[in-house]
Antibody
């Protein structure tokens, strides 16, 4: 079965750190760009970051630049999001998302991992 | 910076009716990269349409997409009970704010 499975979410205090992981199953992980998309409670979808197949091209939304770091391990079929200096506005469900090669649409989503930043 | 504006914010219709959802871009974009997603409560979004009009695998043909330039549309003919959800348009790293399709 083709799957993305996130883990690592939880409750963290403001200023704290958390690392999300995303495992890929059932497809050639190294061939796909992977994105993180988040959704704050009751809000819409917000793209956060993307990483190219070879990790050479990495992008972030402005609000997380300097605080979040995306990385991947193609030998383990894993992508990570290291989140530092967390703020209340980072509270969200974080989705790991596979980008389709040709259309660039987000064709495969994980189930999401909830990150709550609160004192 | 590209902005995608979806309208209406909420659409109230009955099963069997036709739904027309709009996505307007702040600048002209290639139709190759405009996608639509459906999200139900407590679930991850699901890709419906890519490349403006190409249905994803398993998506019923009552869903169709069209448009070009700055104006794009998702049409759902003959609404089924399971179609009531939130719909988002997207292009690369930009999402619209969503349209909630609710039962009237």
């Amino acid at each position: 079965e083709v799957l993305l499975v996130e883990s690592g979410g939880g409750l963290v205090k403001p200023g704290g750190s958390l690392r999300l992981s995303c495992g890929a199953f059932g497809f050639t992980f190294s061939s796909y760009i992977i994105n993180w998309v988040r959704q704050a409670p009751g809000k819409g979808l917000e793209w956060v970051s993307s990483i190219s197949t070879d990790s050479r091209s990495i992008y972030y939304t402005d609000s997380v630049k300097g605080r979040f770091t995306i990385s991947r391990d193609n030998t383990q079929n894993l992508v990570y999001m290291q989140m530092n200096s967390l703020r209340g506005e980072d509270t969200a469900v974080y989705y790991c998302v596979r980008e389709d090669v040709i259309t660039k649409s987000f064709g495969l989503w994980g189930q999401g991992s909830l990150v709550t930043v609160s004192a | 910076e590209l902005v995608l504006r979806q309208s209406p914010g909420t659409l109230s219709l009955s099963p069997g009716e036709r739904a027309t959802l709009s996505c307007r871009a702040s600048q002209s974009i290639s139709s190759t990269n405009l996608a639509w997603y459906q999200q139900k409560p407590g679930q991850a979004p699901r890709l419906l349409i890519s490349g403006t009009s190409i249905r994803a695998t398993g998506i019923p043909d009552r869903f169709s997409g069209s448009g070009s330039g700055t104006d794009f549309t998702l049409t759902i003919t003959r609404l089924e009970p399971e179609d009531f959800a939130v719909y988002y348009c997207q292009r690369y790293g930009t999402f619209g704010q969503g349209t909630k399709l609710e039962i009237k």
